[in-house]
């Protein structure tokens, strides 16, 4: 039941916007976003929980659609920081978060 | 406040071996997950730890075990290694409680030769 990520890659100028989806095919408790930069661990951004709660801070937010089981990153103004992989992993259970993570969405920016 | 960390950084394995990883979780927390990251691909859960019990198991063989100590810090053991377990190894730590962020440590890459 591992979650769909889409795009699987993107190529932005700075300044530009993106939007990373991850889809389920099962009813999710929570979702939740990570940045990874290539040699280094993940880092948390955000939690989402079923109800279609939107949360953001800085440039990036995120949304999380209960109906459709889809929860969505937007980066805004991207900076050049933003560039690594991001991957979504998601919470089945509601208990103590055995998450199952997307392959990924690189997110590459360019000056 | 002290981060995750893991230890060691790098490690070389033959085939057949085995290899213990260490984790020490963040300050205050109580739960420990392992999760192992080919290159290329999305972490993925191996088993998860709390008050040193194993709480929950991914789709990994019994020759994947691990430990859990009263400090919470944590030991993932891998016995007769395969080619097919060199990747990144995870350890992330958060607190026992529903939908509650997890904090990943450096990883321990390991390579099976």
């Given at each position: 039941q591992q979650p769909v990520q889409s795009p699987q890659a993107v190529i932005l100028r700075e300044g530009e916007d993106a939007v990373i989806n991850c889809s389920s095919s099962k009813a999710l408790y929570s979702v939740h976003w990570y940045r990874q930069k290539h040699g280094e661990a993940p880092v948390f951004l955000m939690i989402l929980l079923k109800g279609g709660e939107q949360k953001g801070h800085d440039k990036i937010s995120a949304s999380f659609n209960e109906k459709k089981q889809q929860s969505s990153l937007y980066l805004t103004a991207s900076q050049l920081s933003y560039s690594g992989t991001y991957f979504c992993g998601t919470d089945y259970s509601g208990g103590a978060q055995k998450l199952v993570f997307g392959q990924g969405t690189r997110l590459t920016i360019n000056p | 406040e002290t981060g995750v960390t893991q230890s060691p950084t790098h490690l070389i394995k033959t085939r057949g071996q085995q290899v213990t990883l260490r984790c020490s979780s963040q300050s205050g927390h109580n739960t420990v997950s392992w999760y192992q990251q080919a290159l290329g691909q999305g972490p993925q859960f191996i088993f998860q730890y709390y008050r040193e019990e194993e709480n929950g198991r991914g789709n990994f063989p019994p020759r994947f075990s691990g430990l859990q100590f009263p400090n919470y810090s944590s030991e993932l053991n891998v016995n007769?290694?395969?080619?097919?377990?060199?990747a990144l190894y995870l350890c992330a730590s958060s607190l026992w409680l529903a939908a509650h962020e997890q904090f990943f440590g450096p990883g321990t890459r390991l390579t099976v030769l």
């Open positions: - | 007769a290694l395969e080619l097919d377990d060199s």
